[in-house]
């Protein structure tokens, strides 16, 4: 079973920066969409980020030009590189990942996710 595994989570202030990433690991399929979703409590699930097996991107407006999403392919890691944080980017961010490896819009694959990450908290505060 596909193994998600993110790291890289804390408490920055506004302004700074921090790098998410998330390990994946027995993923037998020839194609995918991994992307960052992220969840504030009482607030539906919103993208951030999704990249596909040829480095296509796409990014929710919320984050365009403070965020970038990459890979590494073997083993493969998906890196998620935030800048200029704000407070409204706190929030529990979940590595996500897809089999038929389409891109949506906003920063989501386009089809039902497969398999979460069990999340790590980002927390951006004076």
């Known amino acids: 079973q596909v193994q998600l595994v993110e790291s890289g989570g804390g408490s920055v202030q506004p302004g700074g920066s921090l790098k998410l990433s998330c390990a994946v690991s027995?993923?037998?399929?020839?194609?995918?969409?991994i992307a960052w979703y992220r969840q504030v409590s009482g607030k539906e699930r919103e993208g951030v980020a999704a990249?596909?097996?040829?480095?296509?991107?796409t990014y929710a407006d919320s984050v365009e030009g403070r965020v970038s999403i990459s890979q590494d392919n073997s083993p493969l890691t998906v890196h998620l590189e935030m800048t200029n944080l704000r407070s409204e980017d706190s929030a529990r961010y979940y590595c996500?990942?897809?089999?038929?490896?389409?891109?949506?819009?906003?920063?989501?694959?386009?089809?039902?996710?497969?398999?979460w990450g069990q999340g790590i908290l980002v927390t951006v505060s004076p």
């Open positions: 027995k993923w037998k399929w020839d194609e995918h969409c």
């Open positions: 996500a990942i897809e089999s038929h490896g389409d891109l949506g819009d906003q920063g989501r694959c386009k089809y039902l996710i497969d398999a």
């Open positions: 990249i596909d097996a040829d480095g296509k991107t």
